[in-house]
């Protein structure tokens, strides 16, 4: 298995196209704005050597015969399904950030599902994978499409969503974007996926495959982040790790049959969309606590430099802060130790509890981040830059007034997540990361059984006979 060092050398090896801030970026790996991101994923890395993880962050893999790294291998046991959620918890807790890599493992889960009875499709699917964890390489898992007029569909818009545009004896050649692509500049390969189901006259845009980065063709477009100017400063809240999203083009990209998984077949990419969404939304249930974690750490070290960690009102914070960061948790490892074995042989969560995981995370972080505001106090986004405070004129005076350095800092960490760069997977992230709230209630709506509830509410009523207890 790859080593954090490792990982990050074979970055360099790439011939990436990556714009940042209007430039073609000629170090990916060196950039201030790119580096806490590769800081992020290398810790993945770095766990599965770690002996205190190594059981946690690693697999066996049937495909190699030998362990591999939890997010290339599959779901095969009833308990990888937990794991993962607790894999990803600590990690959430170590970086304090979006260390993404959970895209491409709930990906590759769900394209093993919707390949199963397509023999073909399954064949060169598996024989990617096999490549995938003998090298140990991260992937970009690319759903999102830009959309454009959500009234109309894909055939009336296509230049909002990447499809076919030429299918050759070889292979096809596809256009088009993905958007919010979490950790694109920092992977190894791209593994497209449709963004939605698809009906009938829709079949061009109804393609799984996978490509290097660097393949021709592609571009990539460093997204911006708030703050994210503080990188590798005083300021930069969280000083080491950082999240990444791209814009990734594809212009007439060419994918070798060996690399396309699914084309045209609507019902299986519509099982590849709705097993994803399931296996990413649960997925909340494991990084976000993590990461929350560190926020509720930030605000009890504020409480106590502040000198009113013993005040009760500041204690019922604090446990309200941590009381919703377990609800988020307890969600995402219940739709996980609920899931239930696909005859493709690997394990699916819960739907309903992994959509209610991820319909909490579009509510609870936002008050948790308000209880964070709240105990840091005003100057947690007034304060002068912590440059300033070791400035050799203004330092004694400003340390009078603001406070030690380790207050600063911590002040500046929850600012981060509250407001700056870290705070996108605390914000936007947890709203509209695998689908924004109202996808949630959809699929809830659909996978409650209504009429169950209906008739037991109507024997308890006296109206019907029961005929479930004697």
Not at 278 to 284: C, F, I, P, T
Not at 387 to 404: F, I, K, M
């Amino acid at each position: 298995m790859q080593t954090a060092d490792g990982y990050v050398a074979s970055l360099r090896a790439r011939q990436l196209r990556l714009f940042v801030d209007g430039e073609l970026c000629a170090s990916p790996v060196d950039h201030p704005k790119v580096r806490p991101a590769v800081n992020a994923v290398a810790a993945t890395y770095a766990l599965a050597h770690d002996p205190k993880h190594r059981a946690l962050a690693t697999r066996e893999s049937d495909l190699v015969g030998r362990p591999v790294n939890r997010f290339t291998a599959l779901f095969r046991a009833p308990e990888d399904l937990v794991r993962k959620l607790e894999l990803q918890r600590v990690l959430g807790r170590l970086t304090g950030t979006c260390f993404q890599r959970c895209v491409g493992l709930d990906g590759i889960n769900a394209l093993y599902v919707a390949t199963h009875e397509r023999p073909v499709a399954r064949e060169r699917f598996v024989a990617w994978l096999r490549g995938v964890q003998e090298r140990d390489e991260m992937l970009n898992g690319a759903m999102t499409d830009a959309k454009g007029d959500r009234s109309q569909r894909p055939p009336g818009q296509p230049d909002h969503y990447v499809r076919v545009v030429e299918r050759r004896a070889d292979g096809v050649v596809i256009r088009g974007a993905k958007i919010h692509q979490t950790g694109a500049a920092n992977a190894h390969q791209i593994l497209v996926m449709p963004g939605q189901a698809l009906r009938e006259g829709e079949e061009d845009f109804a393609i799984a495959c996978a490509m290097p980065v660097d393949a021709p063709g592609v571009t990539m477009v460093l997204g911006r982040q708030p703050s994210d100017d503080r990188r590798g400063g005083p300021d930069a809240g969280n000083a080491r790790f950082g999240g990444q999203e791209c814009v990734v083009l594809f212009d007439d990209v060419f994918v070798p049959h060996e690399r396309v998984f699914l084309d045209g077949d609507l019902e299986a990419c519509s099982t590849l969309v709705s097993t994803f969404a399931g296996y990413h939304r649960a997925s909340y249930g494991g990084c976000k606590p993590g990461n929350l974690d560190v926020l509720v750490g930030a605000a009890d070290l504020v409480t106590r430099t502040n000198g009113v960690r013993k005040a009760s009102h500041v204690r019922d914070k604090l446990v309200q802060m941590a009381h919703l960061t377990e609800t988020i948790h307890g969600l995402g490892v219940g739709a996980s130790a609920k899931g239930t074995l696909h005859p493709s042989g690997v394990w699916v969560v819960d739907p309903i509890l992994a959509n209610v995981c991820k319909h909490h995370v579009t509510q609870l972080p936002y008050e948790i981040v308000r209880l964070a505001e709240d105990l840091a106090g005003g100057a947690l986004s007034t304060l002068p830059s912590i440059a300033d405070l070791d400035h050799p004129e203004l330092g004694p005076a400003l340390r009078t007034v603001a406070g030690s350095e380790e207050r600063a800092k911590v002040l500046r960490l929850v600012e981060s997540m509250a407001y700056g760069a870290g705070s996108v997977p605390f914000r936007i992230e947890c709203m509209h990361g695998a689908g924004s709230p109202q996808a949630q209630r959809v699929v809830l709506e659909r996978e409650i059984d209504w009429e169950a509830k209906v008739k037991r509410a109507r024997v308890l009523a006296g109206i019907d006979a029961d005929d479930e207890l004697a």
